[in-house]
Structures are given as structure tokens and as C-alpha cells.
């Protein structure tokens, strides 16, 4: 089967620019999510939803950060204007369903953002 | 929220030896517990889960326990090989969280010939 899609695979701006990155689940996933990885660190969990609808985004930075998920399917995270702390590695991943018991979350290749 | 502690962040044996990763949660109702591998500039992927019904899962040279009384868990790597030198992050989920994975910080794993 298809994996997650991500694009573009890296990014290079410049402080208090914008940027957004698209994610493509793989079919039939209703849950996804955004993770945001430093580097030398696990995945931070951003924002997750369950079809269009947000399940918890109580760690994403809403002051800077937005996500959507038009339809259920697609997804774009933006960022808006960033910050040098903001260099990481973000990863959307895709599993199954929320609520038919805990399934196996699949990771696409991620984008590299580097702010200078 | 749920908070996963990982240890030790480094770790380096040699081929043919095991090694051990173990992981503390603080969320007793966590029942989801998955292992992640990732190498260097590639996605994490998912080696081995274990869920709260079970105290021990075994896959060929991977196996995962679970002590839910004290809320830890841990990974073995048994006959270990160069191709698992990564690093290995655990996780931890619950119905109340929705079910997202909490991650702890990894451990960077190393198998020297």
C-alpha cells in the first residue's frame, strides 16, 4: 500500500517568513497527526485529527502555528511567522481510526525546516 | 498529560550482544505501548507493540515487557547486528489521550563489528 506523503522534503527560510507543508495520509485513515521533531529528540505531538475534525492540539502554538484538514483527507500545517526554534524535522502520520482500539501510526519521510 | 521517560539516551554493544532499553510512563491509563526505530534521516517504523492485556511479546530477536504496576516498560535486542544500530524511541497512548503516542527522547543505539 502507499505510504504517507509529505512535501516538500526540506525548506530553507529565513526568520519571520511563512511556510507550509502538505501530507497526504494513507487511504482510509481517519486519524492523523503532526509531530514536530528537534533534533536529538523524540516526536512532539502538535495536532492530531480524526477526520476533519481536531482531537487535541493543545501543544501546538496557535499564536504561530495552523493546521487544517479539509475534507478528512489532505492535510497543510503552516507556520506563520517562524522562529529559529522552530528548525525540526515535521512529521505527519496516519493510523487507522481513533476509537476501534490503538493502531499502528505510520510515518511519512518528514520535512526538514531549517530557519536562518 | 502522559509523560515517557527513556533511558539511557546512548547505548553501544557488540555484535552478538543484547541490549536493553527501558521506558517509564506516568499515565496509568496508557495501555498502548509501541517501539519505534528510526535510522538517520529516515521515518520512524514501528518494530514491536505490546498492549496492557499482556506482560510479553516476542518477535524473533525483539522482545517487549510490560509491568503495569510499575509503569515501566522495556526493550530487548537479543544477537544484535550493525543493521540495528538506530535509534529507538518508545511510546506510550491512552483512550483519554485520544490516542496520540507520547514519545520519550530515544536512545541511540550503536553495534560495533
Known amino acids: 500500500e502507499a505510504g504517507v506523503a509529505q512535501s516538500p522534503r526540506y525548506k530553507i527560510i529565513e526568520k519571520r517568513q511563512s511556510v507550509a507543508f502538505w501530507c497526504n495520509p494513507i487511504?482510509?485513515?481517519?486519524?492523523l497527526y503532526w509531530y514536530q521533531q528537534i533534533l536529538g529528540q523524540g516526536p512532539k505531538l502538535l495536532i492530531q485529527?480524526?477526520?476533519?475534525?481536531?482531537?487535541?492540539d493543545s501543544q501546538l502554538p496557535k499564536d504561530r502555528f495552523s493546521a487544517e484538514r479539509l475534507k478528512g483527507v489532505d492535510s497543510t500545517l503552516k507556520i506563520q511567522p517562524a522562529k529559529l526554534e522552530d528548525s525540526a524535522v515535521y512529521l505527519c502520520?496516519?493510523?487507522?481510526?481513533?476509537?476501534?482500539?490503538?493502531?499502528?501510526?505510520?510515518f511519512g519521510q518528514g520535512t526538514r525546516l531549517t530557519v536562518v | 498529560g502522559e509523560n515517557v521517560e527513556q533511558h539511557p539516551s546512548t547505548l553501544s554493544v557488540q555484535e552478538g550482544d543484547s541490549a536493553v532499553i527501558k521506558c517509564t510512563y506516568s499515565d496509568s491509563a496508557s495501555n498502548y505501548f509501541p517501539w519505534y526505530k528510526q535510522e538517520l534521516g529516515k521515518r520512524p517504523q514501528l518494530i514491536i507493540d505490546?498492549?496492557?492485556?499482556?506482560g510479553e511479546k516476542k518477535d524473533q530477536r525483539i522482545a517487549v515487557t510490560l509491568n503495569k504496576t510499575a509503569k515501566h516498560f522495556s526493550l530487548h535486542i537479543t544477537e544484535t547486528q550493525p543493521e540495528d544500530s538506530a535509534v529507538y524511541f518508545c511510546a506510550a497512548s491512552s483512550q483519554d489521550s485520544g490516542y496520540a503516542l507520547n514519545f520519550g527522547k530515544g536512545t541511540s543505539l550503536l553495534v560495533t563489528p
Open positions: 485529527f480524526q477526520n476533519n475534525g481536531v482531537v487535541d
Open positions: 487511504s482510509g485513515h481517519a486519524t
Open positions: 502520520a496516519s493510523s487507522q481510526g481513533q476509537f476501534i482500539m490503538n493502531t499502528e501510526a505510520f
Open positions: 505490546i498492549r496492557s492485556n499482556v
